[in-house]
């Protein structure tokens, strides 16, 4: 019965499912690990603790104590255009422009015993090697490279937390497997504080590194266990000052002997290996304690087979990505949109071991009753697209996210939900409040999965903290004055837009007096409204708007990633009530026009972040946030034709299926629901409204498979090059008026019908 | 009824406990605060986790790379002599002759704020204060002192986890209380390895710091609550190079900043005082982490009653010091006696939360499923007599000690029982596997408290360690060889006696082939003895005793603190083959009599560690251990009046009852725990037999009470200044032949008369 059950819903389907069995092959993660794109090529499972990936460099985070710029290119450990790499490290950022981690660095190699990582121009001076590209191979939870020096073979794949690596040796002789414990991410002279190591048996060693990094307190456990007995093993401490040694000194404790400490300390393993001998290891991560680590190890790889893992974490692939099946113009196209799919299913991350204990913000351990506890929140990023795309297509795991920025909330000394948060620490990089929108968002939406009163006081004592990032400033005067605060006009725009999404959970909620307070602080935009310049100005305390005043410029200017062109167009949440102030619909397309195709002088791009010189269409920063819903404001003001055709434009020139295939750091994801969003027609420009903008769709057709069990297919008639504007949209056949389409509509299924055609339809 | 029935008991026990009920004033805890006795004077309870003790400097460990021999006079934080102090820290080692601890320094100021401690001869150059021994208190559990720079009086107390501060302001103003977290015991640049501090509320601190010291890799967590609400708070981070500071620059992290972290942090809290104002402030200590120190002040001191702690603490000194009742020659002898029961009472410290959960040496974190977790165990000098010593009058504890060691030995990479640990770690201070001795004593003398066999097991193993300090070489070789590894002399004596104590557990277990192995190898003492010169002598690998020999001499000659003429007489558990080794009872006799006449040249003396020149009688050296026994061996040989009058005579000689009363360090109580049973009138000379040998008491009467409910009431007919021999000793009226004296029979209660008298009785 149930077989022939199984053939009649696969009759049922859509003809697209069937072929597409192995979507794996479309996603590229090598996309965006050359230049900017921050992403790595390593292996993972959806969300998973452990990013196990190559680095290729280590690169110092100052030189003479002065910030060496050289470090950003290596937020994601791996640079496509190295010759060499220095190992495999277990935890990764991807896409961020500032970064961390890089913990627990393996590196088998063969020979003399090497301690040291060497230069990339010399790799025989330390144990890193040359590679090759031809040698190189990364799909999802699967990498492998020939290290051409050692002439070793390593592979990589892993579960959820734990990381394996099978290393085969070319020839036979001395192995060795280096732990370099003072490599990582953005690392400086005192980033490793202590490290704390015990070889357990003769093949299982357990330990911590404890880091002072972007994450200020920071602390990873880690298990690691070899398919064969160690032969011998050691460690020496390159900390320049190790004053006290105490009644160690009796013991030789840097050869075999089995607890080792210190704050800077790289280990060593030997094996005798033969020709075509393979050494495995499998290394897993606990935010918890050792203990945690072994545990996390049992359960989830309690076996040798290399293969059975690598399948069971490319079928969590699968399953990620079948949910949308698309057939699209190119198979450039399709990777694209694969390799974004991917892009979107890496962060946040599960942060606690199998029974569900973590490490809380305020370093004790907790546990995570009912819900998976995730960490890393670049919320200033992901708010925007990544959380609403998670929330349409993962509710339950959005869902989750919220219930740990809860927890975070919680557990924090000030008693405020994350801002960037990872690993236990928040971080604070950039500005606003945006839990708030990722919260207001799922529960405007229907999302249930947590307790949105809870949530909402959260939203209300993070939104009245004072002592935050010029807040207080904000509440008393209605906006942040640059003389007291930086970046003053940014954070006046992004607060007042945060402001409005906890009124509209208020409103929900029936929490009348909150949504009156927030329905009113959601207006601040409108104090940094110069009228004279028919731009947002930042504003000083006396109630002057500042003088000096460059509208192109991003530094110094009021404004943070973004100048006054871009950030002036930054109120996602009343629209038209900026097109009013700019002046009306024409005048508004007309600026808009202006933005997409002015020249942006090369003294202002220098100063713009985080992006490649074709991460910008005109003065439009596509590769920095503050911008992505600007291209979704012309239907506000009657022209959805130049959305349409811009759109279009902005994935053709921004998203590629290469290694330098995007155009800016892809920032956990956001990037790539951008891209998501538009290539199947819609966007959320205001997260927090259960509202989304039609754009024009890139598929030729989609099949959305719904958490809730309801499938829509989007179709795209007449779909072609050139063939960018929307003639028609239908809903189940019936004609959608206007640009916005509900999520309830989405979420409910059916068929969506896009017809396109080669000129605007106005 | 009940009533009644009281006085019926009271009625029938000797007259000697009515009048005891105060035992608490005979306890005077400044004993051996001065010189090398290395007691601390500050307050806590029985065997508390918090000694909450001031400190009167920060001295540190080295100096311009050099190590600073100053720093050992600071081995508990306080030397009587210094005429400033710099506050009050939580932990502190009783007796030791290295350290650590010192953690977490509370000092209240008034004035201008003041973060750096400043120097004796200019108190005003910092925060310490000047004092007068005059204003100042000490006795169980509660310690008092005038700071006369800051007109403010501190009184210390203490529940088992929990210190309870109370500063008393005489002058209204600015008052601060400073929390140095760089401060510690044996401190150097680097020992303070992080820490990390939440104000949680505005009274409550949470935190934790890392140190690496004697203890390699130790974190102590705390809470720290105040009386009232803080006005303002901040802290400094002082260490040389703090390089990363991330995006928390937005903030002013050092004022009124919840959360605080560095390496070398140095924070403050400011009240406004009233004149007459008091301040309370109560810190709770855990091994797990701030979660548990909090739920270890909750669960212990729920209230702010200063006086209610205090009387609480010191009822249960007076439950531990009424166990014994006894009536002695003068006000001093009871002092010395009480003084000697109370430092005897101070280590092992509990080190688990009130939820039983601790730290292990892994640094995971266990539950103590049925007993109390200890920490620090100087094995090597206190499984003498101290551990015998708890054994008989705590045999509870001493088993929770044991099966507390059986945890180390489990949670132990190296799977090894403990050598010296403390906080989670081992410190592998000095030489010998002597847990197999407390193991070994207490399991013979009937204590059934933990898994006899388990722990057979756990001493097998540690002693079959080859790795261990010469081990492998004392396996193979039946002796440790000098050329291969220092002290060798020592360590083939104290591992030969080892053995024979696991051989006694062995024998008792049924376990014969470990009972062969180790009875064997307990008679490897007869391989160092040189019969040439008659002394024990360090041998080389090839089988040559060493020629270069200086029987005098402390220092490389093959012995640790104790010379030739010392260590020659330690054979502990087969003195009779000693004796014949030494050609006989007449002759080892003139040799003991020579070690206790001869005089001790100047130059051999400065090498003798841990003591002061009176804490040697010729050249016995009461104040290092290795002798312990030594005036106990006599009436093997014979002369049982010796050990009669030399006993009374080191009692009289190196037990005071002053500050400068101990002739050396206390050790953790071992040198007490000698008084105890000296004056008691026996003293275990081979702990793992369970015979103690007669000695002559110094009581007039004592009344023991053992926790089995027998009672043994002691009495010494005779008694007085000069009537040191013992004509007869009588137990339960029955004359006692022979010299020795059974477990059994003291623990069975009754009568133990000695008939004293001035002259030898041969």
Redesign the interface.
Known sequence: MKNILLCVLLAGTSPVLAQQNDLIRFVNPMVGTARMGHTYPGATVPFGMVQLSPDTDTIP??VN?KYNPEVYRYCAGYQYNDPTLVGFSHTHFSGTGHSDLGDILLMPTQGALQLNPGTADKPQSGYRSAFQHRNEQASPNYYSVLLDDHRIKAELTTSTRVGFHRYSFEDAGDGHIILDLIHGIYP????S??T?M???NDSLL?G?R?T???A??RTQYFAITFSKPVKSYGYRNFAP????K???G??DQYN?F??M?G?QLRAWFDFDVKAGESIQVKVALSPV???GAVANLRAEIPHWDFEQVKAAGQALWQQELQKIQVEMLTEADKTNFYTALYHACLTPTVYADVDGRYRGI????HQADGFTHYTTFSLWDTYRALHPWLNLMQPQRNADMVRSMLAHYDQS??KMLPV?SHHANE????IGYHSVSVIADAAIKGNTGFDAHAALNACVATARHR?Y?GLGYYIDLGYVPEDKNGSSVSKTLEYAYDDWCIAQLAKKLGEKAVYLEFSQRAGNYRNVWDAGTGYMRPRLSNGAFRKDFDVLSTHGQGFIEGNAWNYSLYVPHEPDTLIKMMGGRSAFVRHLDSLFSMPLPDHHFAGTEDISRDGIIGNYVHGNEPSHHVAYLYPFAGAPHRTQALVRQIIDSMYRPTPDGLGGNDDCGQMSAWYLFSSLGFYPVAPGSDQYVLGSPLVKSALISFPNGNKLEISAKNQGKGRVYVKTVRLNGQLLKGHLISHDQLTAGGKLEFELSAKPVK
Chains 1, 2 share one sequence.
Do not use: L
């Open positions: 985070y100052a104590g400086y002279e005192n980033k504080v202590w704390f015990r070889m357990e357990t911590y404890q002072n990094g972007w200020r307190t000052k190790e004053v006290y105490g009644f160690w009796k013991f075999n089995p607890e400490a704050s304690s050792t203990a305020d370093q004790n351990i000394a000030h960037w971080n604070w990089c950039m002592s990032d």
